[in-house]
């Protein structure tokens, strides 16, 4: 077993996070006990943030200590990796058949915290989230560089993982145009660090590994 970055493991090169709740699994996971420890296995097919971990992202934003905003948590499967990581994650989600899913998950790991919320209106959540320092974004919606700059605005977090679906933005469109015009948006107030492809995990998704001016 290998550390890839704080709270990050590789077991027989898979990726895995500490288990702050042992026994307890979120999507059916597998899990690995090693030195009396119990790690959860992150599927890359499962999640976005790990697809990009599997495709070499090479610096994470999130260790032991963040405070971590997560929009599009849905029924929380990433967010609950990112929780075994963070210090706190706060998890907005606007579906309400999402949001049933995700309560029993953060009812188990209580450094989850659920907001029924729609994410384009950060003053909806704002009074509720102490601070955020990483902000992970996930939602398909048409404006997700707006949507994170919207939030930017509102919450100053330091670094963002922004997962793009460029066909919830024109599906009519190359993925490689819509990719471009969405990082235009951003690089006014962000360094793009990493731009990963999450093929073959994903079809026509990036992420973008960004830090603020
Ligand atoms: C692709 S899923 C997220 C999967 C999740 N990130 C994971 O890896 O476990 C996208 C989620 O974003 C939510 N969503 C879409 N638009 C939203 C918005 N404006 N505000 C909040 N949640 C939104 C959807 O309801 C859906 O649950």
């Known amino acids: 077993m290998k550390e890839k970055f704080p709270g990050v493991y590789l077991i027989d090169r898979k990726l895995a996070t500490h288990n702050k709740t042992p026994g307890y699994r979120v999507y059916g996971e597998k899990t690995v006990k090693k030195k009396g420890k119990e790690y959860r296995m992150w599927d890359p097919h499962r999640s976005k943030v790990a697809a990009a971990l599997a495709k070499g992202m090479k610096t994470f934003p999130i260790s032991p200590g ?46 989850m915290i659920p907001i029924l919320a729609d994410a384009r209106h950060p003053w909806e959540y704002s009074n509720t ?69 999450l093929e073959p995990y994903e079809e026509d998704h990036m992420l973008l590994n960004l830090k603020a001016k």
């Open 66 to 111: 963040s405070s971590v905003l997560y929009l599009g948590a849905s029924s929380g499967t990433t967010a609950s990796h990112i929780a075994d990581i963070a210090e706190t994650v706060y998890c907005v989600e606007f579906s309400k058949r999402m949001m049933r899913e995700l309560l029993p998950v953060c009812d188990r790991k209580q450094n």
């Open 129 to 197: 989230i102490a601070n955020a320092d990483v902000l992970i974004q996930d939602v398909a919606q048409p404006d997700q560089a707006g949507i994170l700059l919207n939030n930017y605005d509102t919450f100053k977090f330091k670094h963002a993982l922004l997962s793009i679906k460029a066909r919830s933005i024109n599906s009519a469109k190359d993925p490689k145009k819509v990719f471009k015009a969405e990082k235009k948006k951003l690089t006014q107030k962000f360094e793009i660090l990493e731009q990963l492809s």
